[in-house]
């Protein structure tokens, strides 16, 4: 996506929250309208808080487990753009953001970014370490921990990577 298609995005995004302002100040009046976006700014503060500490929490039990916490991470991430969608004035980008913020909501987009990306991430390995790992999420394994998976290893017992090296000499 190129510059200029992202900056028409976001002016024809602005364009619409200041038409849906406007529309909503009108009804309520503009008075209502500023202490609503007002209103909405600190409960989203007050969830973004509430709800990070718990994801963060998660994430630390899941790490202490030794799982890779992808759905937490996921979630952190959206926490940090709900919560900057309901810091910026306007209806629109609040109801994105309390989409974002709320649990429920929150887990089932994570699920679905989940299952339609890959997942990379560290997992540990038998006899202590960690061994890199990139999966790519399918349905069937939806409700597990794709990166659980224990590492394949050789007739000797040794832990084979797959990939392509490329060795530069310096003479």
């Known amino acids: 996506m ?3 298609r992202i900056f028409f995005f976001i002016f024809g995004f602005a364009l ?3 038409l849906v302002l406007a529309k909503v100040a009108s009804l309520i009046g ?3 309208t500023i202490v609503a976006t007002v209103v ?3 409960l989203g503060s007050y969830l ?3 709800q990070g500490l718990e994801t963060w929490i998660r994430l630390n039990q899941r790490m202490q487990q030794g799982d890779m916490p992808g759905q937490e991470m996921v979630e952190g991430i959206m926490l940090l753009l709900g919560g900057a969608l309901l810091i910026t004035p306007g209806f629109i980008t609040d109801a994105v953001g309390f989409a974002l913020l709320l649990p429920g909501s929150r887990r089932a987009m994570a699920r679905k970014v989940i299952e339609k990306g890959t997942l990379q991430g560290f997992t540990t390995m038998q006899g202590g370490g960690f061994t890199y790992t990139q ?10 921990n794709p990166f659980q998976q224990p590492p394949r290893q050789n007739h000797d ?4 990577i797959e990939g392509e090296a490329h060795r530069t000499d310096d003479r």
């Open 2 to 4: 190129g510059f200029g």
């Open 16 to 18: 619409l929250e200041v």
């Open 30 to 32: 503009w008075p209502i």
């Open 40 to 42: 909405t700014a600190l």
């Open 48 to 50: 973004f808080r509430r």
């Open 135 to 144: 999966t790519r999420y399918t349905q069937h394994q939806q409700g597990a």
């Open 157 to 160: 017992g040794n832990v084979t």
